[in-house]
């Protein structure tokens, strides 16, 4: 199997790379389209600031090529923030595969939220093997519960913790941090 994490400038990709690696499966980090459009699946990491991170992603020109991809992709945390139509931090124009809208925590909770917490609602093969559990999360931006979303959390509100459209997949949380379960998540994408 050819997997191949999407390598524009951001993302904790050394932890998903070992956790692939713990699955017996080589990640191959790339910003080659044609390497990218070649793999069996891909994975759309995401670290830090969504405009700045957009920003890299369209001067690469993956962002154009990132929502024609055919075979399964798996944004994980701010990977699935961009996915979605926009994000409220830096005013963002994501890449609209889920029809969402990224918006920030109220003032009601602390922010980021930072920790483990309990997913809920799990509806996708996804999640095969796997009922409510404990994820880990580090963030102050979401998605709200939309037609997309297959699983969810709850932190001062309900929000989506994961969205599914056709071949893509985004993950709120770091399935690469989430032991046993992120790692059943993970090898599940690797089997879908």
């Known amino acids: 199997m050819k997997l191949v994490m999407i390598d524009y400038g951001v993302g904790n990709v050394q932890s998903i790379k070992f956790a692939f690696q713990r699955l017996g499966v080589e990640a191959v980090l790339s910003n080659e389209k044609e390497t990218i459009r070649a793999a069996d699946k891909i994975i759309f990491p995401g670290v830090g600031e969504a405009s700045s991170a ?7 020109g993956l962002g154009e090529m990132t ?9 994980i945390c701010l990977g699935m923030q961009l996915m979605c139509n926009s994000s409220e931090e830096g005013k963002t124009q994501g890449l609209g595969i889920f029809d969402t809208d990224v918006v920030k925590f109220n003032s009601s909770v602390k922010v980021p939220q930072i920790g483990w917490n309990k997913i809920e609602n799990l509806s996708s093969n996804l ?32 929000y989506s913790a994961a969205l599914k459209k056709d071949n893509f997949y985004g993950v709120q949380f770091h399935p690469e941090k ?5 790692n059943q998540i993970l090898q599940n994408f690797l089997e879908l």
């Not at 957009?54 to 690469?60: A, F, G, Q």
């Not at 929502?67 to 944004?75: D, Y």
């Not at 009922?131 to 939309?146: E, F, G, K, N, R």
Request: charged content about 20%.
């Open 67 to 75: 929502p024609n991809l055919k075979q399964p992709v798996l944004g």
């Open 178 to 182: 989430s032991g046993k379960c992120g």
């Open 54 to 60: 957009m920003k890299k992603l369209r001067e690469s």
């Open 127 to 158: 999640f095969n093997n796997l009922q409510s559990d404990y994820i880990y999360l580090v963030h102050s931006y979401y998605a709200p519960i939309a037609k997309e979303t297959i699983a969810t959390s709850t932190y001062g509100l309900e």
